[in-house]
């Protein structure tokens, strides 16, 4: 795959109206990107954007929304760049406790992301004044809403920055198609216990906004 062919297009998969919009106000107006919102949760990522890229000539699949951050590595109205996809959620319970279907030797729940334009995006938008940073973005099919699931997740995997719906299912399906993914989220509230009180949704979608302004300067 070359990553410099113009003729190739950059796909981004929002879950949403609101994200896509959000998206398309932050890239202005430009060919290399298509954005599309797919719908909720990972199987509707996964299957829009399998069905768009068989429609089409793409180099990178980028997911793009809000999501919960972890305390303490991503706050509210940061941005955080996935080093690593992870599907926290694909497994089995036993009464040891979780088993990932990688321990369970069933396949992987875990995307790597490109590791230089992690880093160039993730450089580009700390330039441009944003607060942004780098970690493992975890995909739920439940978003959490305690404190000890929240702890439990990041028992699974420490470090975890944020929390989405839709990373794992667009990046697999990037995978299946040999293309590189990346995931993007903007962060509206704490994973943990759920507080809508506290919910900055319309300050993520604006740090969203600024975030994808700053794409064009790295992928074009």
Do not use: H
């Not at 706050?75 to 369970?104: K, M, P, Q």
């Not at 929390?163 to 990046?171: L, Q, Y």
């Amino acid at each position: 795959m070359n990553m410099n062919n113009p003729a190739q297009k950059i796909l981004i998969v929002t879950a949403v109206a609101a994200e896509r919009d959000a998206v398309l106000r932050g890239l202005g107006n430009t060919d290399t990107f298509e954005v599309i919102f797919a719908g909720v949760g990972p199987a509707a990522a996964a299957s829009g954007t399998a069905r768009t890229l068989a429609g089409g000539s793409y180099k990178l699949v980028i997911s793009a929304g809000i999501g919960g951050g972890f305390a303490g590595v991503a706050e509210i109205e940061s941005l955080v760049i996935a080093n690593r996809i992870i599907a926290a959620d694909l497994g089995s319970e036993t009464r040891d406790g979780f088993l990932s279907v990688d321990e369970l030797g069933f396949g992987s729940s875990v995307i790597s992301s490109p590791a230089e334009q992690v880093r160039q995006l993730t450089a580009a938008l700390q330039a441009a004044g944003l607060p942004a940073v780098t970690g493992p973005i975890l995909t739920v099919s439940t978003t959490t809403g305690t404190r000890e699931s929240a702890e439990v997740l990041l028992s699974r995997v420490p470090g975890a920055a944020a929390e989405g719906m839709e990373g794992f299912g667009a990046a697999q399906a990037a995978a299946d198609a040999g293309l590189p993914a990346l995931e993007i989220r903007a962060i509206s509230n704490r994973v943990g216990p759920r507080d809508r009180d506290a919910w900055k949704i319309p300050q993520a979608l604006q740090k969203l906004e600024a975030a994808c302004s700053i794409l064009t300067e790295v992928f074009t």
